[in-house]
């Protein structure tokens, strides 16, 4: 319960996308609300999006607003990260999280009990 495993991520061009998932385990998966975030090498790990229980309602940081959609699909316990427009700076290893016993996320890392090991993201220019 609470295992949570990334995949997806690679190596793309500028411009190009990827799409992340996050496979998680148990019958609670649904009761959590989940989270994505990064950290590039030296430098600390930031927010990037974050997805209700119901999946109802997300938000997202500055930096990829109208570039990512993070969506859920309770019956397979996945979230994806859809990225689009990808950037240099968008490199990093990208990890999903887990918040328990809340409807909505957070965009602070103390707040998830979960985590997954993370994907690598490697975008060239």
């Known amino acids: 319960q609470g295992q949570l495993v990334e995949s997806g991520g690679g190596l793309v061009q500028a411009g190009g996308s990827l799409k992340l998932s996050c496979a998680g385990s148990g019958r609670t998966f649904s009761m959590y609300a989940m989270g994505w975030f990064r950290q590039a090498p030296g430098k600390e790990r930031e927010f990037v999006a974050a997805i209700s229980r119901s999946g109802g309602s997300t938000f997202y940081a500055d930096s990829v607003k109208g570039r990512f959609t993070m969506s859920r699909d309770n019956a397979k316990t996945m979230v994806f990260l859809q990225m689009n427009s990808l950037r240099p700076e968008d490199t990093a290893v990208y990890s999903c999280?887990?918040?328990?016993?809340?409807?909505?996320?957070?965009?602070?890392?103390?707040?998830?009990?979960?985590w997954g090991q993370g994907t690598q993201v490697n975008v060239s220019s």
């Open positions: 999280a887990a918040r328990v016993a809340f409807r909505t996320g957070s965009v602070y890392t103390q707040d998830y009990t979960y």
